[in-house]
């Protein structure tokens, strides 16, 4: 829901076929990780599938790219949260809400692991709260509102032709959520596909709702000209009465709200991650031991590397848009995502001495779709992640006397 703005406006009102586009994608990439999970029960990581099956060389570079997701998603909940205060909270200025957030997610994980867990599932509560009060409402509304019930058009799945291409070009937005999935914890592929499938439905209530509200007096447009918004037609044209308005209120704030408290609870969780991925390479000499290979001893909490990758979400959070984080935090997720689906081919069909059909075409179908994707990032993110990419080379050439040495990046277990 927090990127659902930006998926609008980059596939031109297309959210939910490109949400059907992402989850063919993470379906079966879903299947390929738990199928790797079994093999290596003992990593959740692509960095190890990749490495132990394929290449050690090819398994660094996933490593590397992923770095870069723990990097940026603590950075880019900071940048969400502000802009999300914001619209409650029009007259506090984005720096002072980037500071305080960036600060906030900091001093609670200095706090320990056990304080930002109760405070996650005070927060998953609260969203769980919203969600149920939202679909049923929404379906309410669909109701009352029309009596053709198009609450199951087919236009927001059919996609003109001369449009075909903006689905695709905006999925790479709209799997910034599944990332985390993939990076913070061990997979759980049944789970992982549940979500995948049942996040379908909230946004497509979200893309029929502006077909029943009144547009904005000052319409927002895009670089080439035209609104910002779904497309409304004459057999489908925009409600104003009082209960639109005031049901368009209603799932503003909500929704704002729902989001807010989700990025919170995102950018607690993903710096915490971040910061023990970091030690995890400190206490294995891929970094330097001496500060980011630190425990602190109360706490058992890596404190150095909490203030590390809040300084990061700080100082980022002045640099970069949401939208361009999001970009290049998946140029690193759909590496990881790429490789899992090769790792699975490999082990599974090419090594297997019973060659079947469905170890074939899973990981293939996973691999394809992906890598479409991942070509459709735009340009500044795939330059700025290959960029990634070069210097990690060149480090773990230094660092490994030319690969020769190993360099872990799994997230150590918890202490």
């Known amino acids: 829901m927090g990127i659902y703005g930006v998926i609008n406006n980059a596939a031109g009102g297309h959210v939910v076929t490109t949400i059907l586009i992402a989850l063919i994608a993470m379906f079966f990439t879903a299947i390929s990780y738990g199928k790797m999970a079994r093999v290596y029960p ?3 990581s692509a960095y190890t599938y990749v490495g132990q ?5 090819l398994g660094y570079l996933t490593g590397w790219a992923m770095v870069m997701d723990y990097i940026l998603n603590p950075l880019i909940c900071t940048i969400i949260c502000s802009k999300l205060t914001q619209n409650i909270l029009p007259e506090i200025p984005y720096w002072t809400l980037a500071i305080f957030y960036a600060v906030f997610f900091s001093v609670l994980n200095l706090g320990g692991v056990k304080t930002s867990a109760r405070i996650n599932e005070v927060l998953a509560a609260g969203m769980t709260v919203v969600v149920v009060i939202f679909l049923p409402s929404s379906s309410a509304s669909f109701w009352v509102i029309t009596s053709a019930a198009p609450a199951f058009s087919p236009s927001l799945f059919i996609i003109p032709p001369h449009s075909i291409s903006a689905p695709s070009a905006a999925a790479p937005r709209s799997l910034f959520s599944p990332t985390s999935a993939s990076t913070v914890s061990p997979p759980f592929p049944k789970k992982w596909k549940i979500r995948a499938a049942t996040s379908c439905l909230p946004l497509y209530w979200s893309a029929l709702l502006p077909a029943f509200s009144p547009p904005p007096k000052f319409m927002p447009r895009n670089s080439s000209g035209a609104p910002n918004r779904f497309p409304r037609t004459k057999s489908n044209p925009p409600s104003r009465s009082s209960h639109s308005r005031s049901a368009a209120f209603f799932y503003s704030t909500c929704l704002n709200f ?13 710096q915490l991650a971040a910061a023990r991925l970091l030690y995890g390479m400190g206490r294995n000499d891929a970094i330097p031991k001496s500060f980011f290979g630190k425990i602190e001893e109360k706490r058992r909490i890596p404190a150095n590397n909490v203030m590390v990758i809040g300084a990061v ?13 999001a970009e290049m935090l998946n140029f690193g997720a ?8 090769a790792a699975a081919f490999v082990h599974y069909y090419l090594r297997a001495s019973e060659k079947k059909l469905g170890n074939l075409l899973m990981p293939l179908i996973g691999f394809v779709v992906c890598g479409v994707i991942w070509w459709s990032l735009s340009p500044p993110a795939k330059i700025a992640g290959t960029i990634w990419l070069a210097l990690g080379v060149a ?14 990046f799994e997230i150590p277990p918890e202490e």
């Not at 099956?53 to 060389?57: L, R, V, Y």
């Not at 729902?258 to 993903?270: H, K, M, Q, W, Y």
């Not at 979400?313 to 984080?325: D, M, P, Q, S, W």
């Open 313 to 325: 979400a700080l100082i980022g959070a002045f640099l970069i848009t949401y939208e361009r984080g």
């Open 53 to 57: 099956e394929i290449h050690p060389g």
């Open 395 to 408: 480090y773990g050439v230094w660092k490994t006397s030319g690969f020769r040495k190993e360099m872990s």
């Open 42 to 44: 003992s990593a959740g």
């Open 258 to 270: 729902t989001v807010l408290i989700a990025n919170i609870g995102s950018g607690i969780a993903s």
């Open 334 to 341: 759909f590496i990881a995502f790429m490789g899992v689906n």
